[in-house]
């Protein structure tokens, strides 16, 4: 589970997102997380699930098992960050985050 660990650290890491943000996206307590994140204990698939969610990766991803680790491109980083940081907020922030983002995309055009 060490490969696991590695992994978990270099998705976070890609992201900008610290280990007690990743458990706190993944809803679990920070102890448990640093437990998967140094090897001492593996998640179970809930665990698994939720923590793939929180980095917006696969299972595969991070058991690594198919023999290599997926990596993102900046921009993909930075949606990968901006949904799961959204689906932390409730309703009425997630409505607001989604005006500014419009807003934003319109001066784009």
């Known amino acids: ?12 890491r890609d992201l900008g997102l610290s280990d007690a943000e990743v458990a706190r996206r993944a809803g679990l307590a920070e102890r448990r997380f640093g437990h998967y994140v140094t090897g001492l204990r593996e998640p179970n698939l809930d665990a ?19 023999g290599h680790t997926r990596r993102l491109n900046p921009h993909e980083k930075l949606e990968t ?26 001066v784009e055009r």
């Not at 589970?1 to 976070?12: P, T």
């Open 1 to 12: 589970m060490v490969l696991f660990g590695q992994n978990l650290c270099a998705f976070a």
């Open 48 to 66: 698994l699930l939720r923590i793939c969610r929180a980095l917006g990766c696969s299972p595969n991803d991070l058991l690594n098992w198919d």
């Open 81 to 106: 960050r901006l949904v799961s940081a959204a689906r932390t907020l409730s309703r009425a922030h997630l409505e607001t985050l989604v005006v500014q983002a419009e807003a934003l995309a319109a």
